[in-house]
Nanobody, 117 residues
């Protein structure tokens, strides 16, 4: 069974930065596209960043230029560097393996990111 463990969230002021980590166990991510999703209160979960097995990157317009996704296949871990954070980035952040048919794995517990002064 694949387990996704997100960490690194917290409370940060607008303009601040956070680095999220997603440690994956139970399956190697080296051949898999991976992504970061977020779900704000009252909103649907959305994919904000993804990285293919070959390293191609894709971002939602709302985070482009501010967020950077990366992966370390040796550590089976995916990262999300978030800079210039805005209050509208407040959400629970999750990682998963995005596919056209939907995310592959069961969701982890996520990590809360709160941007507030």
């Amino acid at each position: 069974q694949v387990h996704l463990a997100e960490s690194g969230g917290g409370l940060v002021q607008p303009g601040g930065s956070l680095r999220l980590s997603c440690a994956v166990s139970g399956s190697s991510i080296s051949l898999s596209a991976m992504g970061w999703y977020r779900q704000a209160p009252g909103k649907q979960r959305e994919l904000v960043a993804s990285i293919t097995s070959g390293g191609s990157l894709n971002y939602a317009d709302s985070v482009k230029g501010r967020f950077t996704i990366s992966r370390d296949n040796a550590k089976n871990t995916v990262y999300l560097q978030m800079n210039s954070l805005k209050p509208e980035d407040t959400a629970v952040y999750y990682c998963n393996a995005p596919r056209r048919s939907g995310p592959v794995y069961s969701w982890g517990q996520g990590t809360q990111v709160t941007v507030s002064s």
